[in-house]
């Protein structure tokens, strides 16, 4: 009886102590997963390490020899500006290649049309206000690697050639994004936008300026610390049905309109490294 005894002891011991292996407390009698820790005044400290560059493991080590273990989390106190795998103080976790940041390296910059854009179908490429070639508008990138630029574009058609009846008469053009990378990246949006001349509304009323919008996002590869230039413009089509033929002509106004309620913008963002 005795021996039976000790050996239920024995046993239920090394269960109790399997249970407790298997899921641990901290700060709670009931974890809810292998480790839990609770407190309403303390946080966890993570290993403070200076890490030299995302891609490189050291100083962190793994105590049995060989890589680290995937999942390894750190804070890491340095901050480096190489322009390539840089580093900045924050927690980072190891994803078997390189350091994972638990926050968003970020680059944002944000660009935008100023005034309002007549265009017309004699002068060819027009410099979007505040956007085009002539504004000098640069961006230098503050990291190595993979950028996404937005342009965002409206466009409303001009007026329309008076009618006895309904007139509705479709405006087309483009729009010119060019990036100077070392080999420039030229982007073109075709945009359409209808007009209307309506008799039967008062004395005859001309519904212009119905713009749309659209976006366009590409993708490119920067250096960190080279500046790049670019510019927005816009090429509107011949418009027949428009008054002047889409241009304007003593009173006749048949020019489109860009950015008239809202302007046209670029956006350029860092995404992540090369």
């Given at each position: 009886?005795k021996?039976?005894?000790?050996?239920?002891?024995?046993?239920a011991?090394?269960l109790?102590?399997?249970?407790?292996?298997?899921?641990?407390?901290i700060g709670?009698n009931?974890?809810?997963?292998?480790?839990d820790?609770e407190?309403?005044?303390?946080g966890?400290?993570?290993?403070n390490?200076?890490l030299t560059?995302?891609?490189v493991?050291?100083p962190?080590i793994?105590?049995q020899?060989?890589?680290?273990?995937?999942?390894?989390?750190?804070?890491?106190?340095?901050?480096?500006?190489?322009?390539?795998?840089?580093?900045?103080?924050?927690i980072?976790?190891w994803?078997?290649?390189?350091w994972i940041?638990?926050?968003?390296?970020r680059?944002?910059?944000?660009?935008e049309?100023?005034?309002?854009?007549?265009p017309?179908?004699?002068?060819g490429?027009?410099d979007v206000?505040?956007?085009?070639?002539?504004s000098g508008?640069?961006?230098?990138?503050?990291?190595?690697?993979?950028?996404?630029?937005?342009i965002n574009?409206?466009y409303?058609?001009?007026?329309v050639?008076?009618?006895?009846?309904?007139?509705?008469v479709q405006?087309?053009?483009?729009?010119?994004?060019?990036?100077?990378?070392?080999?420039?990246?030229v982007?073109l949006i075709?945009?359409k936008s209808?007009?209307?001349?309506?008799?039967h509304?008062?004395?005859?009323?001309?519904?212009?300026?119905t713009?749309?919008?659209?976006?366009?996002?590409?993708?490119?590869?920067?250096?960190?610390?080279?500046?790049?230039?670019?510019?927005l413009q816009?090429?509107?089509?011949?418009?027949n049905?428009?008054?002047g033929?889409g241009n304007?002509?003593?009173?006749?106004d048949?020019?489109?309109?860009?950015?008239?309620?809202?302007?046209?913008?670029?956006?350029?963002?860092?995404?992540?490294?090369?």
């Open positions: 009886m021996k039976i005894t000790t050996f239920l002891v024995c046993l011991v090394f109790l102590s399997n249970f407790c292996f298997a899921q641990v407390g709670t009931n974890p809810k997963g292998i480790l820790v407190s309403n005044e303390h966890i400290v993570y290993p390490v200076a560059a995302s891609n493991e050291l962190v793994n105590p020899g060989g890589p680290i273990a995937v999942g390894t989390t750190v804070y890491n106190t340095n901050t480096t500006n190489t322009g390539s795998f840089d580093v900045e103080p924050g980072y976790s994803d078997g290649s390189r940041t638990h926050f968003y390296v680059q944002f910059k944000f660009y049309q100023n005034a309002v854009l007549r017309s179908s004699i002068l490429w027009e206000p505040n956007l085009g070639a002539l508008n640069n961006f230098t990138a503050k990291y190595s690697g993979v950028y996404k630029i937005n574009v409206n409303g058609g001009g007026e050639i008076d009618s006895t009846n309904i007139n509705t405006a087309k053009g483009d729009f010119r994004f060019t990036f100077n990378t070392p080999t420039p990246v982007e075709d945009i209808y007009s209307t001349y309506n008799t509304v008062g004395s005859g009323t001309q519904f212009s300026n713009w749309i919008q659209t976006d366009k996002t590409i993708y490119v590869d920067l250096v960190g610390g080279q500046t790049y230039t670019f510019n816009f090429n509107q089509d011949s418009g049905g428009f008054k033929n304007l002509v003593g009173l006749d048949g020019r489109g309109y860009i950015g008239a309620d809202i302007p046209c913008r670029i956006e350029i963002s860092y995404i992540d490294e090369i």
